[in-house]
């Protein structure tokens, strides 16, 4: 890669939501995907992080999935020292020490064990597989569940678990090893480890990011508290600025739109601070949903950066140009719109999609070469260009079971190829601020 005084700055934003699976007034869960995610991917991820002392990235929070992780770690440990009831229905069924009797409960439950990527969850373990298999061709054929015994039940709810297990648990905890080794004939016991397991991990998620902020290795940072799409709630019309045939409600503007904004914000400032112990400095908006207002309110309530996509900086600054062609690196500059005191960053797409999409079918080696040509194109291209910085900003938590073990081969070589490679600085946004002596480009206008 060629060298410059002044490196390429990169930042990994690795965005972790989920949505309130929790019915009414506080229900059940009715999904399970927070603590599947939980003991899979947020642990991963975090142990990456861990493993590669030189690795930066910013992790972003959405609130209602921290409230959701503690409400888990707080059912479970009731569970284990009171007998109360997990109102989530695979994992209560796991918890035991029973299984459902009744047949429509069965399907449900064998529907549910399931859902998980074929390739890399199910068929890399023949026990599994075997499992699966059996509870397809049940599916196929009416009332056959009946003969379904409460070991197939208990050894397909075990192995389910096992599978969504992170490869750093599977690799480091005796639990699961022994477990897997067994293959078959599951005691309640064995069920009994596995929710302390569980336990365990998500009771440690927040701590360990907590611990990886304060050692100045990542940024974390928030997105507004129930993941709201705020350009919507302050101007219903801003849709047709994205999509000019879009279809409008008949209402002219979202009831106490702006009020509601601000409470999405306050609220989710307050959880973050709740679980980490400060106030985040940057915000990326639910879904990288942006517009003038937008930034104006996250300004006042004293962010100072936020995120979007390239379409949404290409769209402004076609129409704040007024000209057909766009200036060199324009994707890899910070912007400012009007005199704002926020900082706006935009995602490289093409290099966020093929970690996203692409790669997960590559040979980790390769994948991440062909990332570092990426980046050492960008870098010759920009090289007379201040302050530039490549954005690489995804879910942190749904690419990674279609890669081979979780993404455990390709994201310790990304984040060691980075952290080595001359010419490129692995940081924050925060760091980026913090060094920052010049001023961001100024944008005329913002098109959501």
């Not at 059940?28 to 939980?38: A, I, N, S, T």
């Not at 985040?280 to 937008?294: F, H, I, K, L, Q």
Request: aromatic residues 10%.
């Amino acid at each position: 890669m060629s060298g410059d005084a002044e490196p390429l700055k990169v930042v990994l934003c690795w965005h972790m939501h989920q949505p309130d699976y929790r019915g009414p007034d506080g229900g059940g869960f009715q999904l399970p995907w927070v603590y599947l995610h939980g003991i899979k991917d947020y642990v991963d991820m975090a142990a990456h992080l861990e493993a590669e002392r030189n690795a930066r990235a910013v992790v972003n929070f959405a609130p209602v999935l921290l409230e959701q992780i503690d409400d888990y770690v707080g059912q479970i440990r009731a569970w284990l020292e009171q007998g109360q009831l997990i109102a989530d229905p695979v994992l209560a069924t796991l918890a035991g020490p029973g299984v459902p009797l009744d047949l429509e409960q069965r399907a449900e439950l064998i529907h549910a064990c399931l859902r998980a990527n074929e390739k890399h969850l199910v068929n890399r373990f023949p026990a599994f597989k075997q499992l699966a298999d059996m509870a397809r061709w049940v599916q196929t054929h009416e009332h056959t569940a009946l003969y379904l015994n409460d070991q197939y039940i208990a050894d397909l709810l075990v192995w389910y678990h096992l599978a969504w297990m992170g490869e750093s648990v599977r690799r480091n905890d005796v639990r699961v090893q022994s477990l897997q080794k067994k293959k078959r004939g599951y005691t309640p016991e064995d069920r009994r480890r596995l929710v302390e397991l569980i336990g365990e991990l998500m009771a440690g998620i927040v701590a360990r990011y907590r611990r990886l902020a304060e050692a100045g290795r990542i940024e974390l940072s928030v997105t507004p508290y129930a993941h709201p799409i705020v350009p919507l709630l302050l101007d219903i019309g801003s849709a047709r600025e994205a999509v000019p045939e879009a279809e409008l409600p008949q209402l002219n503007a979202y009831p106490g739109g702006e009020a509601r904004v601000r409470w999405h914000i306050r609220r989710g400032i307050e959880a973050f601070e709740r679980h980490f112990g400060f106030r985040p400095r940057g915000c990326w908006p639910s879904e990288g949903a942006v517009s003038e207002d937008t930034l104006r309110i996250l300004d006042e309530e004293g962010f100072i950066w936020t995120a979007s996509g390239q379409q949404v900086l290409h769209s402004s600054l076609v129409a704040s140009l007024e000209a057909d062609s766009l200036p060199d690196g324009w994707l890899y500059q910070d912007y400012r719109l009007h005199e704002g005191n926020l900082h706006c960053f935009f995602r490289d797409d093409g290099l966020s999609d093929l970690i996203g999409f692409t790669y997960a079918d590559w040979h980790a080696d390769d994948a991440v070469s062909n990332f570092m040509e990426h980046l050492d194109s960008i870098q010759r291209s920009t090289r007379r260009l201040p302050n530039r910085v490549v954005s690489i900003i995804l879910d942190g938590e749904n690419a990674w079971e279609y890669y081979p073990h979780n993404g455990s081969f390709f994201l310790p070589e990304l984040y060691r190829r980075l952290a080595i490679q001359p010419g490129i600085e692995l940081t924050t946004y925060a760091d980026i601020l913090s060094d920052r002596r010049s001023t961001p480009v100024s944008l005329d206008r913002l098109v959501t």
